[in-house]
């Protein structure tokens, strides 16, 4: 395969799938043997957990197929296991291969909504700040600066606390995942926002917006058809960090039982499950849902830093 050409001298007629084959995002992702073994593991991990009623072994929600007798069993290659549970059970009894399988999709679906608010959120603050400037824009951003001197964990505690007292335990049980989403996606927007406020401060003085303006568009129009487009590269760049980020605010969360509860398995809430069965031998518990935790963490920034090198302008090579 030879360097992808310039876009300049490219043929208008070429097909999509042509500029994908010769563009630098493929060329480097073809000379990078971590961004694909990175990319590879993700997608297996990803796999499991959307198949999990299908892969699991039996169902951690299910109490009919929870055995109590069964706890704290190891794993296949330890004297004293059960070759029905491949990984060992937990302190309920519950298969952990199973529990991991559900967990490990409650924590992507947690990582994924949280972003995707930060994202919603962040990127209309930050156009609005970078665009119309003057009292918005310092408005917005003494905003972010008072959102930013919040922890997750703060927001947590407060908003954790008074929905609790507000709806009681159950309901907080039954709603805990779009209630980890809504505080991790307030406690982050600010990240996007500042980043995007700097990106349409440098597109927004350029001529292709000064003649959408000349055109008599609006700016909403501009801002969103014309403006983001153009900021697009590090949003993509800042939502690789923000997921692993906001996994392992879940994770951080359950733990200190601010966030999923046992009952219903995440990788947080099982490595806190299984903390103080670590001293009796039962390790297992905590340490394979905590390598499953690393190792998801670490493919998505590995690939977040080959994203990032690839969209600088400054290391393209076209």
Same mark, same amino acid.
């Given at each position: 395969m030879t360097i992808p050409t310039s876009p300049l001298e490219r043929s208008p007629t070429t097909s999509r799938r042509e500029r994908l084959r010769d563009s630098y995002l493929l060329y480097s992702f073809l000379r990078d043997p971590i961004a694909q073994l990175s990319l590879l593991v993700f997608i297996v991990l990803v796999a499991a957990a959307v198949l999990a009623p299908w892969l699991a072994p039996m169902n951690p929600y299910d109490l009919a197929q929870i055995d109590i007798l069964a706890s704290e069993l190891p794993p296949l290659w330890i004297d004293g296991s059960d070759p029905a549970y491949l990984m060992g059970t937990d302190a309920q009894g519950r298969d952990l291969l199973s529990t991991i399988l559900y967990g490990a999709r409650v924590s992507l679906i947690i990582g994924f909504g949280a972003v995707a608010m930060q994202a919603a959120l962040g990127v209309c603050f930050g156009l609005l700040a970078g665009y119309l400037g003057g009292r918005v824009d310092a408005f917005l951003m003494r905003l972010a600066d008072i959102q930013l001197s919040f922890s997750t964990l703060m927001v947590a505690i407060v908003v954790g606390a008074l929905f609790k007292a507000i709806f009681g335990g159950a309901t907080y049980s039954a709603y805990a995942v779009p209630l980890l989403v809504l505080i991790i996606g307030l406690a982050e927007w600010p990240q996007y926002?500042?980043?995007?406020?700097a990106s349409v401060l440098a597109e927004k003085g350029k001529e292709y917006v000064d003649a959408a303006r000349v055109m008599g568009l609006s700016s909403r129009r501009i801002m969103f058809r014309h403006i983001l487009p153009n900021t697009l590269s590090p949003i993509f760049v800042i939502s690789t960090v923000q997921v692993a980020n906001a996994?392992? +605010?879940?994770?951080? @969360?359950?733990?200190? #039982?601010?966030?999923?509860?046992?009952?219903?398995? +995440?990788?947080?809430? @099982?490595?806190?499950? #299984?903390?103080d069965y670590i001293q009796s031998g039962s390790w297992w518990i905590t340490l394979i849902p905590g390598l499953v935790l690393v190792v998801l963490v670490l493919v998505i920034n590995l690939l977040g830093d080959w994203l990032r090198d690839v969209l600088n302008p400054r290391l393209y090579k076209g």
């Open positions: 926002a500042r980043t995007v406020r996994i392992i +605010s879940e994770a951080a @969360l359950s733990f200190l #039982g601010l966030g999923m509860p046992e009952t219903q398995p +995440s990788l947080g809430s @099982l490595i806190k499950s #299984g903390f």
